[in-house]
């Protein structure tokens, strides 16, 4: 099953099958390349069904500036959404800034961009795992020193990114080591594991 858009609505659906598996336990996580992504959405612009309607997004390709190769940035326009098929699992946006957090449909899906003013393309001479590498790095350094909030109404904990407003990561946070009961605001024994 490959990305649909039902036209209509204005919604890109991306099947879970579609993306690359990354890890599958203890949480799923999948792996969605927007260079690859954005070239689907071309091709079914291109197609008899999708020429009547708007673009589905703009693309800005990398570039160099001062020896260094910049990623490309992705915008979907047009009052395009994209739903990720609903499931519990994490997806990683890869190869491209993009303002996906935006326009993503909300559902049990984990959307994780990895946005950088600085996003570069692969430094020459490392390899595609040490490239992963620094970009766990680079999250790693953010759970620690971005924007976290402590919701004793909901008993979530949620980390931003760094525009202080994209979720990161959230989890449910607990006041007893059994988890039995949510965070209230009066005192934190346990945090699940954030997705």
Do not use: C
């Amino acid at each position: 099953m490959a990305v649909t858009i039902d036209w209509p609505t204005k919604v890109i659906s991306v099947p879970r099958d579609d993306m690359t598996l990354v890890q599958s336990g203890p949480t799923e996580i999948r792996e969605l390349d927007m260079n690859d992504f954005r070239l689907e959405l071309k091709s079914l612009e291109a197609s008899s069904e999708g020429i009547p309607f708007d673009d589905t997004h703009t693309y800005n390709s990398p570039t160099t500036v001062g020896g260094v190769s910049l990623a490309g940035v992705i915008i979907i326009i047009n009052g395009y959404t994209i739903t990720f098929e609903d499931g519990q699992y994490a997806v990683n946006l890869v190869g491209a800034n993009s303002n996906f957090a935006d326009v993503t449909n909300v559902n049990q899906v984990s959307v994780r961009s990895a946005n950088s003013a600085g996003l570069t393309n692969a430094v020459s001479g490392l390899t595609t795992t040490e490239s992963t590498q620094l970009g766990q790095i680079d999250v790693v350094i953010k759970l620690f020193t971005n924007r976290m909030e402590t919701n004793p109404s909901t008993g979530v904990l949620t980390i931003y990114d760094d525009d202080d407003t994209t979720v990161l990561y959230s989890g449910n946070i607990y006041e007893d080591i059994l988890a039995t009961q949510l965070y209230r605001g009066q005192g934190l024994e346990r945090r699940n594991k954030l997705t």
